[in-house]
T-cell receptor, first 115, second 115 residues
């Protein structure tokens, strides 16, 4: 079974631009979560989608948004990029996400650099 | 509220010697606990998972962890380190209240393996 895939793997943008990242979960998985990883803050939860609905959201500004499609693929968008948005963005999928014991499987991440 | 504390930010061992990465957790309920590993510029890979079954959990690549409720610990061990074990390791607790998403991450422990 293919793992979680994320595209693109690397992105370079300038301040003020916007960016869209894509995540394809493992086949059959319906829950997709997004995390931001930086050296200073570590891994921080952005949001979770399940059945095309945002089920949970972390403490990030409204510039960070996401969506999930009927095939469970998910995208996240960051508008008006700031230097501090430079990070590794990780996507994780799990089967149903109903239980907090579900295992989350992570993709390789998208490395975003904002200049 | 749940939290995870990884007691060492960096551990250095020699190849062939035992590995011990320490993790303490705080949870109001019976937690699910995970260890993930991240190699440089890669996503997170699940090493092992505890979900209230056997307290000694065996994972991939010879790693294991023991859940000790009385000590609120979930330390990761390996009898003999290999050069390929050099990576960053994250202790993770599930968030039954989902207030921070599904998973709460420790700050990580970087493992160095000397030849």
């Amino acid at each position: 079974k293919a793992g979680v895939t994320q595209t693109p793997r690397y992105l370079i943008k300038t301040r003020g631009q916007q960016v869209t990242l894509s995540c394809s979960p493992i086949s059959g998985h319906r829950s997709v979560s997004w995390y931001q990883q930086t050296p200073g803050q570590g891994l921080q939860f952005l949001f979770e989608y399940f059945s095309e609905t945002q089920r949970n959201k972390g403490n990030f500004p409204g510039r960070f948004s996401g969506r999930q499609f009927s095939n469970s693929r998910s995208e996240m968008n960051v508008s008006t990029l700031e230097l501090g948005d430079s990070a590794l963005y990780l996507c994780a999928s799990s089967l149903a996400g109903q239980s907090f014991t579900d295992t989350q499987y992570f993709g390789p991440g998208t490395r975003l650099t904002v200049l | 509220a749940q939290s995870v504390t990884q007691l060492d930010s960096h551990v250095s061992v020699s190849e062939g010697t035992p590995v011990l990465l320490r993790c303490n957790y705080s949870s109001s309920y019976s937690p699910s606990l995970f260890w993930y590993v991240q190699h440089p510029n890669k996503g997170l890979q699940l090493l092992l998972k505890y979900t209230s079954a056997a307290t000694l959990v065996k994972g991939i690549n010879g790693f294991e962890a023991e859940f000790k409720k009385s000590e609120t610990s979930f330390h990761l061990t390996k009898p003999s380190a290999h050069m390929s074990d050099a990576a960053e390791y994250f202790c993770v607790v599930s968030d039954e209240r989902r207030s921070q998403g599904n998973l709460i991450f420790g700050k990580g422990t970087k493992l160095s393996v000397k030849p």
